[in-house]
């Protein structure tokens, strides 16, 4: 369980590890279709997530973070875990520092993750993360399927691309 709880740590700390964007999160994903499409759906938001915050300098130039965990459930019938836990960070910007780079402004952030693990051969694996930051809040409506929130990341991407790009 150790390398989940150093996981679920790595996974709910922006920025994602690294080669997110090749490699997903690697063996500590499920190999479940629900683990799958978490994965699909996790690593497309982080990429627009990434290319966002780099175009308009919002990426993070320091950051600190303590998760806080509120509670363990495990149900023995499904080989399933559920971890519920708070993220709280302070975060220092690009653009922060770009202002006043002796005294940047620190804005300060709490929301909460809901993982699902599934034991496999052995080891828990990560079925997926429920957390509702602003850019989830964006694309996971009622009712919406994964290739609707994909469509919609993708929109966006193409739409901020679009912004970034020089007009002729």
Same mark, same amino acid.
């Given at each position: 369980m150790n390398n989940i709880l150093?996981?679920?740590?790595?996974?709910?700390?922006?920025p994602p590890p690294a080669n997110f964007e090749d490699n997903g999160f690697g063996d500590l994903i499920s190999n479940i279709s629900e683990a799958i499409d978490f994965e699909e759906? !996790?690593? &497309?938001?982080?990429?627009?997530?990434?290319?966002y915050w780099k175009l308009t300098s919002l990426?993070?130039?320091?950051?600190?973070?303590?998760?806080?965990?509120?509670?363990?459930?495990?149900?023995?019938?499904s080989d399933r875990v559920t971890v519920s836990l708070r993220d709280k960070s302070e975060v220092i910007r690009?653009?922060?520092i770009d202002?006043?780079?002796?005294?940047p402004n620190v804005t300060g952030r709490e929301f909460g993750h809901l993982f699902t693990l599934?034991? !496999?051969? &052995?080891?828990?694996k990560i079925v997926s993360d429920h957390y509702f930051d602003s850019w989830w809040q964006e694309?996971?409506?009622?009712?919406?399927?994964?290739?609707?929130i994909l469509n919609a990341i993708y929109t966006k991407t193409q739409t901020i691309r679009q912004t970034a790009s020089p007009q002729p």
């Open positions: 150093t996981f679920i740590t790595r996974l709910s700390a922006f759906m !996790e690593v &497309a938001k982080l990429q627009l997530q990434a290319e990426r993070y130039a320091d950051y600190q973070y303590t998760l806080i965990y509120d509670d363990f459930s495990f149900n023995q019938a690009e653009d922060s202002q006043n780079s002796k005294e599934h034991k !496999e051969e &052995a080891e828990w694309f996971r409506k009622p009712g919406a399927t994964k290739e609707d």
